[in-house]
């Protein structure tokens, strides 16, 4: 197999335009780490009580909004299922951080180790540990349990992240990191929530923007380098990724643990044309992203489809 050199990778293209410099992305985003980045535990007044009246979650952004069961609820369990799903979303979050800290360590072993590329995912690395406790953390302060996502795909993502390709590594990145951070910079401003919740997506939003910059760079790279049969691999584990995280993202034991029926509450969310456009546009920018580059092709993008996040 033919090596490509990062001197012809400069002079390849895709879609979205020519390959930029590895290292100079990598520079660049070292600096912006070296300026924007915060330590949690310091950042934020983890001893501040629960503000009475406040959300824990935007609820248009919670799944049951604006559906029948949604109406028949009190603004007090409505705000208490809010407090759970932000609790559900967060420990997604760290089961998706703490799959994307292995997938980056792999990424680098064979990779010059004084590169700015191997500083960059080093930082990350860093970076997504903060996150995972922040988040780990935020939990506890709520007084909302854990929610594991279910043994079945707990146990699916030690095969995904160990039979991963380079480019399916970043795709599964963008996925965890994207459709959140959407969320997030919608609730990082709004007042109608916890302030401690407001600033946890603050410092996550600020830092995930660059590891979704590095994903993204490096994905490009990827789909234009790769060998045939790794691309083609990619966009069948890139939809079943998209597959799993859409089954995953609120864990239904949410709805038994405000009191309501599981069931019932699980029907009327896949029954909502508010939450799937919730999703969808959530989505929106990696789908647009990925249709691009060439990811959401063939069977993947039926499985995109699937997955109730791609239109």
Not at 30 to 36: D, G, N, Q, R, V
Not at 60 to 65: D, T
Not at 167 to 186: K, V
Not at 235 to 254: H, K, T, Y
Request: with cysteine.
């Amino acid at each position: 197999m033919t090596t490509v050199t990062e001197r012809d990778v400069r002079k390849l293209r895709d879609a979205l335009g020519p390959l930029r410099d590895r290292e100079q992305i990598a520079e660049r985003l070292l600096e912006s780490s070296a300026k924007h980045s915060f330590d949690p535990d310091t950042e934020l007044d983890w001893d501040t009580a629960v503000e009475d009246g406040k959300w824990f979650w935007p609820p248009e952004l919670v799944s049951l909004y604006d559906t029948p069961l949604w109406r028949k609820m009190s603004e007090e369990q409505r705000m208490d299922l809010a407090r759970h799903e932000a609790a559900s979303l967060a420990s997604l979050g760290i089961w998706f951080e703490i799959i994307l800290m292995q997938l980056l360590v792999r990424h680098i072993y064979d990779k010059p180790v004084t590169s700015n590329h191997v500083r960059y995912a080093l930082t990350e690395i860093a970076d997504e540990c903060r996150h995972s406790m922040m988040f780990g953390r935020m939990i506890q302060w709520g007084g909302a349990p854990n929610y594991p996502v279910p043994r079945v795909y707990h146990n699916l993502a030690r095969v995904l992240k160990t039979v991963s390709t380079t480019p399916g590594s970043f795709a599964a990145t963008l996925l965890g990191e994207e459709i959140l951070d959407w969320m997030q910079r919608l609730t990082f401003p709004d007042e109608r929530v916890q302030t401690l919740v407001r600033g946890v997506t603050r410092i996550h939003v600020v830092e995930e923007a660059r590891h979704v910059r590095y994903a993204r760079e490096e994905l490009r790279r990827q789909m234009v380098t790769a060998p045939r049969w790794e691309r083609e691999f990619t966009r069948l584990s890139c939809g079943e990724a998209a597959r799993v995280f859409s089954v995953c993202f609120v864990n239904p034991q949410v709805y038994e643990n405000v009191g309501l029926d599981r069931r019932e509450a699980v029907a009327q969310v896949k029954a909502s044309g508010h939450r799937t456009e919730v999703m969808q546009t959530g989505a929106k920018r990696l789908t647009d992203f990925l249709d691009d580059i060439g990811v959401l092709n063939g069977v993947g993008r039926r499985l995109w489809k699937s997955s109730g996040l791609l239109a």
